[in-house]
């Protein structure tokens, strides 16, 4: 299957399976909320007080049983699932994620000044970047701020979306995993689901003013090329606090939000999480 990639392009699918791996199972259930697809997060419910793996790898799981699974934007392999419940009984579930397809601009002839490397300085400060803003994410925390859902952060025409990229002179760029949402400078942006604020910087080189909301379980969103920052490390927020405001901060043509989640080392689309844009392709909120 493939599914063409939009910004109104959103399916929900409530997959369930009830495959007893062992003889002395009870009725337990696995059962996911989400889109099987590239770039999908699900929300898995387990039954109480379950231990569950996706591919042999234990992630966290709240008392009641919810847990999160995504998948990243080149993905294609089935992901085991497996459910052990306190009796000692196992569940599992098989998910296929769909394959997209993606946005792909290839740009030829272009002067190569233009898609020349930055140089070691700004090499080396976009790696110390990296590395800062990988150690904010990387906490595993049991709360389930997404289990409420998510509202688009910010009001405004969506200009870019997860998955494309662009090819310059035949030299791939890093794709795009954000979905965009361009407004005038000063337009506020709002938390889409509640979470702890684990980092806050004033002017990375590619992103600019930059928030990292964790909602729990290794998901965070992260907003970028904001003109100023309302909120500060250790902060919690819930749904629809002011975190921020847009901007054309970092490496911008215009001024816009992008706004992007990760789920461990998975980038996932935001887009599939909120209510599809209008006819228009403005946010509907
Ligand atoms: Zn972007």
Redesign the pocket.
Known sequence: MRFPISPTHIFRLALLAALALSSTASLAELRFEGAVVQGGLLVGHALPGSKVSVDGTSISVSGDGVFLVGFGREDTAPVEVVATAPDGSRVSATLTPAVREYDIQRIDGLPPGKVTPPNQAVIERIRREAGEINAARDRDDPRTDFAGGFIWPAKGRI??VYGSQRILNGQPRQP?????VAAPVGTPVIAPAGGIVTFAHPDMYYSGVTVVIDHGQRLSSSF??MSKATVTVGQRVEQGDKIGEIGASGR?TGP?L?W?MNWRDKRVDVALLVPPATESGETPN
């Open positions: 200009s870019g795009h995993y954000g979905v965009d970028l090329h911008v816009h992008d992007r």
